[in-house]
């Protein structure tokens, strides 16, 4: 079973920044925190990874919080393109467990 | 591009038939991992090779096996297909550096659409 809950769905404008919250309380403490994101049925894409500190690369931004329990992905400027699936997954060295996503529809 | 790659691409086939879907990973990757995803569900972790060796494994029916072979290429074998195996089927890669624990990320490729008739 996945270790992470999200929202089933969110809508966001397009231009704005869309934040994607994840719940991971379970979290361990070698555990990192990954998100990947599929569009409309193509292979899941990689975002980002984090285990503590807050990272960001040219897609997005992962924010955790101090004690680890929650994240939020950050599409700074989110484009029509941006619209998917996106999955929070907890791992370490474990197979990667999907969970049903957060449907992130943005909107014109 | 993920730099995995899998065919065939689509695939239809009737039922008690037997098909075989073939992965590449991405260059350098020693670990390949087969997953499912039914019409509108989630993706259902099959099993996963590391080195020609399986390392795990997940949902994965009797009447499916995989392999992966010497130059680390892998192939999924469905076989006595039902209506229900209709699905996408996708493989990523991945390198692992330390032995069991995967401490990167996974590379999907585009998947195998198959439709049982």
């Known amino acids: 079973d996945a270790k992470t809950t999200q929202p089933t769905s969110m809508d966001c404008a397009e231009g704005r920044a869309a934040n994607l919250p994840c719940n991971h309380s379970?979290?361990?403490?070698?555990?990192?925190v990954y998100w990947y994101r599929q569009i409309h049925s193509q292979g899941p894409q990689y975002i980002i990874h984090?285990?503590?500190n807050n990272e960001t690369n040219e897609m997005a931004s992962l924010i955790i919080t101090e004690d680890r329990k929650s994240s939020t992905l950050i599409l700074p400027h989110a484009t029509l393109r941006d619209t998917a699936v996106y999955y929070c997954?907890?791992?370490?060295?474990?197979?990667?467990?999907f969970g049903p996503g957060t449907r992130l529809s943005v909107l014109p | 591009d993920s730099g995995v790659t899998q065919t065939p691409k689509h695939l239809i086939t009737a039922t008690g038939q037997r098909v075989t879907l073939r992965c590449s990973p991405r260059?350098?990757?020693?670990?390949v991992y087969w997953y499912q995803q039914s019409l509108d569900q989630g993706l259902q972790f099959l099993i996963q090779?590391?080195?020609?060796?399986?390392?795990a494994k997940g949902n994965i029916l009797e009447r499916f096996s995989a392999q992966q072979f010497p130059d680390l290429h892998s192939e999924l074998n469905l076989s006595s297909l039902e209506l229900g195996d209709s699905a996408l089927y996708f493989c990523?890669?991945?390198?692992?550096?330390?032995?069991?624990?995967?401490?990167?990320?996974?590379?999907f490729g585009e998947g195998s659409r198959l439709t049982v008739l």
């Open positions: 379970t979290i361990s403490g070698n555990e990192y």
């Open positions: 090779y590391y080195n020609g060796e399986e390392r």
């Open positions: 990523a890669s991945s390198l692992r550096t330390s032995g069991v624990l995967n401490t990167g990320e996974l590379f």
């Open positions: 260059s350098g990757d020693l670990s």
């Open positions: 984090g285990l503590k």
């Open positions: 997954i907890v791992n370490y060295g474990q197979n990667f467990v």
